[in-house]
């Protein structure tokens, strides 16, 4: 190891060679510090409002309907056209052939 003190803060410190003063706080700086921490550190107690002492609110009731004209969800169900078994099963096998289709063009 090294004697030179340079090497750290603490060893030039006590060699003298900077000036390691603590900085000199005024009675004011310290005395609004103190009540800067006091006033942090204190502790309110949240206010508990019980429901018999809010004033209370009550909300406007609106009862929402559907118009007159618009579909029931039979109605659209009903609308749609039903594919025979043999139809549905058509379309799965082309689907199902172009997605094996992808697999076999990456492999």
Known sequence: MS???WDDW??????????????KVSSTTASANQLLWENANKYATPTIIHANDAVHYKPELKILKR???????????AEKPVKAFADRE??????????????????
């Open 10 to 23: 603490e060893t030039a410190a006590d060699a003298g060679l900077i000036d390691c003063e603590k900085p």
């Open 67 to 77: 118009p007159e004209d618009a579909k029931s969800r039979k109605d659209i169900v």
């Open 90 to 107: 058509k379309d799965y096998l082309e689907a199902r052939r172009k997605i094996f289709e992808k697999f076999e063009i990456k492999k």
């Open 3 to 5: 004697n030179d003190p």
